[in-house]
T-cell receptor
Framework: GENVEQHPSTLSVQEGDSAVIKCTYS??????FPWYKQELGKGPQLIID?????GEKKDQRIAVTLNKTAKHFSLHITETQPEDSAVYFC????????????FGAGTRLFVKA | DTGVSQNPRHKITKRGQNVTFRCDPI?????LYWYRQTLGQGPEFLTY????????KSRLLSDRFSAERPKGSFSTLEIQRTEQGDSAMYLC?????????????FGDGTRLSIL
């Protein structure tokens, strides 16, 4: 069945360092890959997304890469700040089946000041 | 605030009771989704509406669960005869409706606790 695996489950970095979160997906028909940030007591907030016709996308300190052949995609956060501390979810979706989004299990990111 | 709104934020009830949650999507969004999230996990898809039509339901959605979106605007999710395992955060999301995937915007959820 459809599955998204996410690693690591916990990541601790020093302020100013980079953080990388990696995901793999199983359904080759997936064509849309959003990333969400979730803070305590809040719903997931979209931070960046990438479509399958693009290999890389960047928005200020955040970048995503996609390798369709290997079914891998990654989130890169540079110059991390304490306010980046949160749980990050990768997800995969396709144009059929109700556009349902399959989420990874999440990565808890700690940025130490 | 023009984001997705969910009510109530918290619901505590005894096992066996019925509960109903409400979601008000972003006004111009015609797609609406319900998800369930348990501690330490990502959201799990439950169901999807395009306008008032419920087009997709997960196998997670047992016959005790029912969702409606009668006028294509707000939606309700009802759980009948609640069980301990229903304790979770119930999230609603909405998106624009075009032929392709569009970003889903989430509300802050309703946290359900079954005593």
């Amino acid at each position: 069945g459809e599955n998204v695996e996410q690693h690591p489950s916990t990541l601790s970095v020093q302020e100013g360092d980079s953080a990388v979160i990696k995901c793999t997906y199983s359904d080759s028909a997936s064509n849309y890959f959003p990333w969400y940030k979730q803070e305590l007591g809040k719903g997931p907030q979209l931070i960046i997304d990438i479509r399958s016709n693009v290999g890389e996308k960047k928005d200020q300190r955040i970048a995503v890469t996609l390798n369709k052949t290997a079914k891998h995609f990654s989130l890169h956060i540079t110059e991390t700040q304490p306010e980046d501390s949160a749980v990050y979810f990768c997800a995969a979706s396709k144009n059929t089946g109700g556009f349902k989004t399959i989420f990874g299990a999440g990565t808890r990111l700690f940025v130490k000041a | 605030d023009t984001g997705v709104s969910q009510n109530p934020r918290h619901k505590i009830t005894k096992r066996g009771q019925n509960v109903t949650f409400r979601c008000d999507p972003i006004s111009e969004h015609n797609r609406l989704y319900w998800y369930r999230q348990t501690l330490g996990q990502g959201p799990e898809f439950l169901t999807y509406f395009q306008n008032e039509a419920q087009l997709e339901k997960s196998r997670l959605l047992s016959d005790r669960f029912s969702a409606e979106r009668p006028k294509g605007s707000f939606s309700t999710l009802e759980i009948q005869r609640t069980e301990q395992g229903d304790s979770a955060m119930y999230l609603c999301a909405s998106s624009l409706g075009t032929g392709s995937n569009q970003p889903q915007h989430f509300g802050d959820g309703t946290r359900l606790s079954i005593l």
